[in-house]
């Protein structure tokens, strides 16, 4: 085994702590980059909010098939559901002002999703347990998440493109 001078290590934790501060700079300046830009397009955002909508109702089908198996008595697996619950949908400021009807239609996707995640955790903490109250708070989450995605999609198709 070959042993280290202290010069030796000393100069490769410098090195890893610059490139760290390298890493961080970098990151700063993207989030500068990122506020300065120029608005993306209306359409090109609403073609990202059609898209998010869609990933959005094929997580909102997923929890609410396994919570509808779970209420009508059949057996269900208490393990992590297999949803993957899209992000939030983040307009900027300027996107928001160019595009207010987007902006409208991003928040209650966003209102879809949060709805959504409640349901999942609802099911982690409820599942076990089997109750018919678990089963109709879960429900109640996805009925106002479907509510919202319904919403967000009318406003979406009424959106100038």
Same mark, same amino acid.
Request: charged share 15%; glycine share 4%.
């Given at each position: ?14 090195l890893?702590?610059a ?16 506020r ?11 073609r ?38 899209? /992000?939030?949908? #983040?307009?900027r ?5 160019? =595009?207010? @009807?987007?902006?409208? *239609? %991003? $928040?209650? !996707?966003?209102?879809a999703?949060?709805?959504? /995640?409640?349901? #999942? ?7 076990? =347990?089997? @109750?018919a109250?678990? *089963? %109709? $708070?879960? !429900?109640?989450?996805?009925n106002?998440?479907?509510r ?9 198709n009424? =959106?100038?493109?």
């Amino acid at each position: 085994m070959v042993k280290l001078s202290y010069r030796t290590c000393f100069a490769f934790s410098t090195l890893i702590l610059a490139l760290t501060c390298l890493c961080c700079a970098v990151q700063g300046l993207l989030l500068v980059v990122d506020r300065t830009a120029p608005p993306a397009d209306p359409a090109a955002l609403a073609r990202a909010l059609d898209k998010r909508l869609m990933q959005t109702r094929q997580a909102h089908e997923q929890i609410t098939a396994l919570w509808q198996q779970l209420q009508a008595g059949q057996p269900a697996a208490c393990t992590a559901p297999p949803v993957v619950i899209p /992000a939030i949908f #983040v307009l900027r400021p300027a996107e928001a002002d160019n =595009a207010p @009807s987007l902006g409208d *239609a %991003a $928040r209650q !996707l966003n209102r879809a999703i949060d709805r959504i /995640a409640w349901a #999942v955790e609802a099911w982690s903490a409820g599942c076990a =347990a089997g @109750s018919a109250q678990a *089963a %109709a $708070r879960g !429900l109640d989450y996805l009925n106002e998440a479907g509510r919202a995605l319904d919403e967000a999609q009318a406003l979406l198709n009424a =959106a100038p493109r």
